[in-house]
């Protein structure tokens, strides 16, 4: 068992520009959630699905996020145009049954 | 405006002693809750749970208690270790199940052991 696995760890980008952050769930988790970790507001969901349908979306900050959930095995966290404030680490967590929320390393966004 | 609240964003304990982290919510509808410990450059890691028809959880060094009339929890941490220096996150959920619809999470409490 890998583990949740985010790629890219780091990402480094210009304001504007297009940034997609991926993320591999654990396999047979039928939940996938994304974070958001900042000093002000801390740990922020964002979107979670379950079975690879998107089921609260109210925490996207704004319509320049999206995430999708094309199968089970993958999920995507897009933000076009990038800005400055969006700079934060994004966590993904998935998780079956009980509380078992297993985490991510994350991927440390700086949009410069 | 934060319905998880961990008002001490730090707390230095020494080796052996015992750690209390404390958490608060004003979510009446919160019905389980869940502590989270960080490393850096890593993803947060599931500690220890409680049910809103508990007042304890016991786990090895690990208490958690539920004042659920006060909406405040605290993590105790029985001896502490140099290894328990690290960030710890309370969060809730309405989903009695443990969290179907989504963890809320608190700003966290970083922890240093002092040896």
């Known amino acids: 068992d890998a583990g949740v696995i985010q790629s890219p760890r780091h990402e480094v980008t210009e304001m504007g520009q297009e940034v997609t952050l991926r993320c591999k769930p654990i396999?047979?988790?039928?939940?996938l959630f994304w974070y958001r970790q900042t000093m002000m507001r801390g740990l922020e969901l964002l979107i979670y699905?379950?079975?690879?349908?998107?089921?609260?979306d109210s925490g996207m900050p704004e319509d320049r996020f999206s995430a999708k959930m094309p199968n089970a095995s993958f999920s995507t966290l897009k933000i076009q145009p990038s800005e400055p404030r969006d700079s934060a680490v994004y966590f993904c967590?998935?998780?079956?049954?009980?509380?078992?929320?297993?985490f991510g390393s994350g991927t440390r966004l700086t949009v410069v | 405006d934060q319905q998880v609240k961990q008002n001490s964003p730090s707390l230095s304990v020494q080796e052996g002693r015992i750690s209390i982290l404390n958490c608060d919510y004003t979510?009446?509808?919160?019905?389980?809750f869940l502590w989270y410990k960080k490393y850096p450059a890593e993803g947060p890691t599931f500690l220890i749970s409680?049910?809103?028809?508990?007042d304890k959880n016991e786990d090895g060094r690990f208490t958690v208690f539920l004042n659920k009339s006060a909406k405040h929890l605290s993590l105790h941490i029985v001896p502490s270790q140099p290894g328990d220096s690290a960030v710890y996150f309370c969060?809730?959920?309405?989903?009695?199940?443990?969290?179907?619809?989504?963890?809320?999470f608190g700003k966290g409490t970083h922890l240093i052991i002092q040896p």
């Open positions: 967590a998935s998780r079956t049954g009980g509380y078992g929320y297993t």
């Open positions: 396999s047979g988790h039928d939940y």
């Open positions: 699905f379950n079975n690879n349908v998107p089921i609260d």
């Open positions: 979510n009446s509808m919160f019905d389980y």
């Open positions: 409680i049910s809103s028809i508990k």
């Open positions: 969060a809730a959920s309405a989903d009695p199940g443990g969290g179907a619809d989504g963890l809320t």
